[in-house]
Every structure is written in structure tokens, then in C-alpha cells.
């Protein structure tokens, strides 16, 4: 019973040092939430304002699939995505064009277009 008390305050508080790893969302910067379940990413398609800072908030809400680390190849970030664990990731937009995003192996794939 104790150690299963104590399981339960190690996932809280990793919770909590997880959210805070998060920096204050830029003035002026959108945030869009996207799931990601066995077949991809719900919405695949999301629109920002160019050149400017915007926050993909990921959750993975399966085990099935290859959803667990999310890649953004032209910034250069590659997060681990935990079940049920909301990820931020934070992208500077172009001034045109699209950033893409994908799985660990380049399997699903979304993308932030520029508005
Ligand atoms: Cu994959």
C-alpha cells in the first residue's frame, strides 16, 4: 500500500516538472492543441500566422501506432510524446509555406501553414 502511494506522488509530481518545462507562451503567439491517436494527428492541417512564434500542444491519447515521438525536421525537434501527457512544442513560422511535422519514422504526418 505505501509503495503504491508512493508510485502514484512520483507520477504527480512528474506531471507537474513536465508543465513547467513549458516557457510562458510568447505574446501573441496561437496555440493549437492536436491529438494523436493510432491513425495520426487530429487536426493534420493547422494554420498560424507567418513569422510568428505558435505552440502545437500534442497528446497522445493511444498506445497503438507510432505516435510516441513527434519530429518537426526543419527545426530540428524531436520530443517524446508520454500517454495522455500534453507535449508543447514551440516553432517559429516562415514567412510562407508550411512546417511539417511527423512520427519518430516519418509515417504520420501534419503540418502549421502559414495563413
Ligand atoms: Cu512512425
Not at 11 to 34: Q, R
Not at 89 to 114: H, I, N, Q
Request: aromatic share 4%; hydrophobic share 40%; proline share 10%.
Amino acid at each position: 500500500m505505501k509503495t503504491h502511494l508512493l508510485g502514484i506522488a512520483l507520477l504527480a509530481a512528474s506531471a507537474c516538472s513536465n508543465k513547467a518545462d513549458a516557457p510562458p507562451l510568447p505574446p501573441g503567439a496561437k496555440e493549437v492543441a492536436i491529438s494523436v491517436d493510432a491513425k495520426g494527428y487530429h487536426p493534420a492541417e493547422v494554420s498560424a500566422p507567418a513569422g510568428k512564434p505558435v505552440r502545437l500542444l500534442f497528446t497522445r491519447s493511444s498506445d497503438d501506432g507510432c505516435g510516441q515521438q513527434l519530429v518537426v525536421p526543419e527545426q530540428k525537434i524531436r520530443k517524446d510524446l508520454p500517454l495522455k501527457e500534453p507535449v508543447a512544442v514551440d516553432l517559429t513560422m516562415p514567412a510562407s509555406g508550411k512546417v511539417r511535422f511527423t512520427c519518430g519514422m516519418d509515417m504520420y504526418e501534419g503540418a502549421v501553414v502559414v495563413e
